[in-house]
């Protein structure tokens, strides 16, 4: 039988941090993982063609507080996108670029008609309000889209490149995650660079995965039923330990926590022997979901990382939500937007209906029920930064707790 002074089910994010706060204070756990490999939502899976394909699309902001806690960002040699966006606005494509890390777009980006001028200087009075936000409470007292309006931004603005670039984030077009998490969001885009590590996303669960001895991964495990203080496993084989930490979809966990819980995206993979023309180059592009058009936006990954196209042209294409666009109109209206026929073939399709989480009314980090601790972005906020917290949370509770 084995023993182990706390068992974490689930190796994702927010497991692996639990396990990685534990060992530092010189408790032992036990990670089991249903899965042959680590990370849990944070994949990357690479095609016979040697395509690097992360499932969902999926950045890292640089900036993220969490990330110094349980990984050297020097060892994920990230790779950065530009500061910016490229906004479609039926016609053409329109530069909204960070002046301060693009001063040569500066002229374009400021006049583009886009904005009002109001709308400029509450840009600007935004990123300097949101230097100092700690708090990414998801729940907020408003949604983000009251605060938008609020604020004061028109509303051509929050519809041509507001809505459309914070559902890629939140997977939410209706913007209804609290205000908070939305300034923190802000504090973080403005003081660090969003980014993917060199190899794919699956990279930051790996090199974390590399502070935790091997002897403490049980892979290719599922859990049959748990308690608070031991597992039974899928074998028939029961695991006691003196606490439980559960780190996976809830639902799974506890049928009551379900409520609907996930939001979806779909992420189509192309490549095409004309992307390279396109000039989209470094930046996220951005289709407002105004134009009526399937597609919310994508990026030519393989420029920002070149391991990701294995010398050749990648295009990540995200759908956000239930909405059926087929693969052949995507290809259609991205040759629309290009202005030309890019001769796309399509790599790989990744849909992943459990991509972010609907927000509980609980954001303490975890959640206690009879004796075994929930934790994961669910409990904290739908991003990385809040899975890892969520994670580390756990785990000071339990030391707390000793």
């Known amino acids: 039988m084995i023993k182990a002074d706390c068992i974490i089910v689930g190796a994702g994010l927010s497991g692996l941090a639990a396990s990685i706060t534990l060992q530092r204070a010189g408790v032992t756990s036990l990670i089991i993982e249903a899965e042959a490999v680590v990370g849990g939502r944070v994949k990357t899976i690479k095609t016979p063609q040697g395509f690097l394909t992360d499932v969902g699309f999926q950045v890292l902001l640089s900036s993220y507080p969490e990330l110094e806690n349980f990984v050297q960002l020097s060892a994920l040699n990230l790779k950065k996108f530009n500061s910016g966006a490229l906004v479609f606005d039926d016609q053409n494509l329109k530069l909204l670029a960070n002046p301060l890390a693009h001063p040569e777009a500066l002229f374009s980006s400021f006049y583009a008609d886009l904005m009002t001028t109001k709308d400029r200087a509450l840009v600007l009075k935004l990123i300097l309000s949101s230097q100092f936000h700690r708090s990414d409470d998801p729940l907020g007292q408003k949604s983000t889209a009251t605060f938008l309006k609020d604020f004061g931004f028109s509303e051509n603005f929050i519809e041509l490149f507001w809505r459309p ?8 077009s209706e913007l209804e995650i609290g205000e908070q998490f939305f300034k923190f969001l802000m504090r973080c ?52 330990a003196k606490r439980l930490i559960c780190a996976f979809d809830p639902e799974n966990a506890q049928p009551n926590l379900a409520e609907n819980n996930f939001r979806m995206v779909t992420t189509h993979y192309f490549t095409g022997e004309n992307l390279n023309e396109t000039g989209w180059g470094k930046w996220l592009v951005l289709v407002p979901r105004r134009l009526g058009m399937g597609i919310d936006h994508f990026c030519l990954i393989s420029s920002v990382s070149e391991k990701y196209g294995n010398g050749t042209p990648l295009l990540s294409v995200s759908v956000v939500g239930q909405k059926n ?3 052949s109109k995507a290809m259609q209206e991205l040759n629309k937007i290009a202005k030309r026929d890019l001769k796309l073939e399509l790599v790989v399709s990744h849909s992943v209906p459990k991509a972010l989480p609907r927000i509980s009314n609980t954001t303490t980090g975890f959640k206690e029920i009879d004796g075994v601790i929930f934790c994961g972005d669910r409990w904290s906020s739908p991003s990385i930064n809040g899975a890892l917290r969520s994670g580390r949370l756990a785990a000071e509770f339990i030391l707390k707790d000793q």
């Open 189 to 240: 885009f403005s003081t660090g660079k969003v980014s993917v590590p060199e190899n794919g996303m699956v990279e930051l669960p790996l090199q974390m995965a590399k502070l935790i001895p091997q002897e403490n991964f049980l892979l290719n495990q599922k859990v049959k039923s748990y308690g608070s203080d031991y597992v039974i496993l899928a074998t028939g084989e029961k695991i006691n």
């Open 325 to 327: 666009v087929s693969v």
């Open 165 to 172: 670039f914070l559902t890629g984030i939140f997977l939410d």
